[in-house]
């Protein structure tokens, strides 16, 4: 059973356009809904990270938006670039004890 | 600040022998660390959870005797693969749970992965 569902499984975006990945989730236990960025090769490293009572949060391009009622959030980035081109994963979590992933979302930004 | 490596970063072994992933918090403690695996192009699937000083918490489905974990010290984990199968070539990446003082308390950092290719 996926705790956290994610789509879409990937995305093609024009340079400087907005990427949008969204996730749903049905525990209403989880108390912390982060998003990470994967290169190939590499570990995933955390992007931004959102609490349930609030709405929004803001860090430069990357924007989290959260909607408590419908179990839903879900990652904006602002002017996209080629660089930003990587696989994006949501997690959620209750208390920090254990991360449930979504199943990813490959993005490429075309220059 | 909240390093996390992984040694060795990529590691080939033959069918039947042991290979041992070290997974080191380099500038913060970590009471907890995690060990997931991750196939291509899927998501990270935890295995367990480490401990420092007791025993490890492992998944459903997640067989013990297989993937043996020790967390001796607050900055190392190690999972060793025993008796390793060509199924069990995966991507392995842990992550350790930074403890409080931190500004970044409770938030996981990421190792690099270790990529094991069993023959």
């Known amino acids: 059973q996926q705790q956290v569902k994610q789509s879409p499984q990937s995305l093609i975006v024009q340079k400087g356009g907005i990427s949008i990945i969204n996730c749903a989730y049905e525990?209403?236990?989880?108390?912390?809904f982060p998003w990470y960025q994967q290169f190939p090769g590499k570990g995933p490293a955390l992007l931004i990270a959102?609490?349930?009572?609030?709405s929004e949060k803001k860090e430069g391009r990357f924007t989290i938006s959260f909607n408590k009622s419908a179990k839903q959030f879900s990652l904006h980035i602002m002017d996209s670039q080629p660089g930003d081109s990587a696989t994006y994963f949501c997690?959620?979590?209750?208390?920090?004890?254990?991360?449930?992933f979504g199943s990813g979302t490959k993005l490429n930004v075309k220059p | 600040g909240a390093v996390v490596s992984q040694h060795p970063s990529w590691v080939i072994c033959k069918s039947g022998t042991s290979v041992k992933i070290e997974c080191r918090s380099l500038?913060?403690?970590?009471?907890?660390m995690f060990w997931y695996r991750q196939f291509p192009k899927q998501s990270l699937m935890l295995m367990a959870t480490?401990?420092?000083?007791?025993?490890?918490?492992?998944e459903q489905g997640v067989e013990k005797d297989k993937f043996l974990i020790n967390h001796a010290s607050l900055t190392l984990s190690t999972l060793t693969v025993t008796s390793a199968h060509p199924e069990d070539s995966s991507f392995y990446i842990c992550?350790?749970?930074?403890?409080?003082?931190?500004?970044?308390?409770?938030?996981?950092?990421f190792g690099p992965g270790t990529r094991l290719t069993v023959l």
């Open positions: 959102i609490r349930p009572d609030v």
């Open positions: 500038d913060f403690q970590a009471t907890t």
């Open positions: 525990n209403t236990a989880f108390d912390y």
């Open positions: 997690a959620a979590s209750i208390a920090f004890n254990k991360f449930y």
């Open positions: 992550s350790a749970r930074a403890e409080a003082g931190k500004s970044s308390y409770n938030e996981q950092f």
């Open positions: 480490s401990n420092e000083g007791s025993k490890a918490t492992y």
